[in-house]
């Protein structure tokens, strides 16, 4: 087949306007799909999972220990007062709250509300990172343990970091952050972490998804997991070994052997191959 050679022709006046409209209507989608921050905002719709505490059940709370009613965290009925999920950038939090959080100007109420963060085996049990919505000056932040500011991003109800909404006499409040904001934290990491409310916009406990209403005392309600797998995750000892983990005990010897039978009949086996890096009895029961 013969090859046409292109006519080179001036563009008419019409065919002109639609080589600019069309870049100038990507400009304008581009612009308006531009995530604050440069990170971007995602879908609700995420596999929510139940919180749980140190004793493995969920973590509830009284309906009306607290004033007022949007600070109020409560059992949802399951009973349940709290959820996270995660996908492979952001974590997501909601928590069952007495009152709605949102103010008639549609924005946050004067309040705030949080998640605590710990990093487990880390050598220390404190807040490691704070995930705030913060309804006085309305901005949603994260904080490493310093309280030094990671992230934040304002107006987070009309730019969709945060949402309320109602379900019978119940509301949730839900917020999510990027890892990237979490001052290391990844999807993998074993942490603790628990909600809580305050009528200021700093670490103290107004209500919160657990009983105490210290920080340290929350932690050691809260169950260890991690962001990104769910179910839980626990620390086996050999009492030849102590916390922290070191390279004593019977378990680091090369061919050793550990099992967790349920009953004679299903048990579960460790062998220590000896190669790599010397085990020391962390394990992971993924969801
Ligand atoms: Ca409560
Ligand atoms: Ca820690
Ligand atoms: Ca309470």
């Known amino acids: 087949m013969k ?98 959080p949102i103010n008639t100007q549609g924005e946050l109420d004067q309040y705030a509300w949080m998640a605590q963060i710990d990093v ?18 309305e901005y949603l932040s994260t904080y490493n343990g310093s309280g030094t500011q990671l992230w934040t991003v304002a107006d987070p109800i009309s730019t969709g970091y945060v949402r309320a909404y109602q379900s ?20 993998d990491t074993p942490v603790r972490f628990f909600f809580h409310t305050s009528t200021t916009e700093t670490n103290s406990i107004k209500d919160a998804t657990v009983p105490s209403a210290t920080i340290s005392g929350a932690f050691a309600e809260s169950g260890t997991t991690t962001l990104g797998g769910g179910g839980g995750y626990g620390f086996m000892f050999d009492s030849e070994d102590t916390n922290p983990y070191s390279s004593a005990g019977s378990y680091n010897t090369p061919g050793s052997e550990i099992s967790i039978s349920e009953s004679s009949s299903r048990s579960l ?10 085990l020391h009895g962390k394990l992971c029961f993924p969801r």
């Open 168 to 187: 019978g006499s119940i509301w949730y409040l839900e917020m999510q952050a990027p890892y990237s904001t979490l001052g290391g934290i990844t999807r």
């Open 120 to 137: 487990a085996d880390d050598g220390n049990s404190n807040i490691d990172v704070t995930v705030r919505a913060e309804g006085i000056t």
């Open 269 to 278: 086996w460790f062998r220590n191959s000896g190669f790599g890096t010397p």
């Open 3 to 100: 090859h046409r050679k292109p006519t080179p022709s001036k563009p008419s006046l019409p065919a002109l306007n639609i080589r600019f409209k069309v870049p100038l209507f990507l400009i304008l989608v581009l612009l308006l799909t531009v995530p604050v921050n440069g990170l971007s905002q995602e879908s609700w719709s995420q596999n929510w999972i139940e919180m749980v505490g140190s004793d493995w059940n969920y973590m509830t709370d009284p309906t009306g220990d607290h004033n007022p009613a949007s600070v109020d965290v409560i059992n949802n009925g399951v009973p349940l007062c709290c959820y996270y999920a995660s996908s492979s950038s952001s974590v997501f939090y909601r928590m069952a709250l007495r009152g709605d």
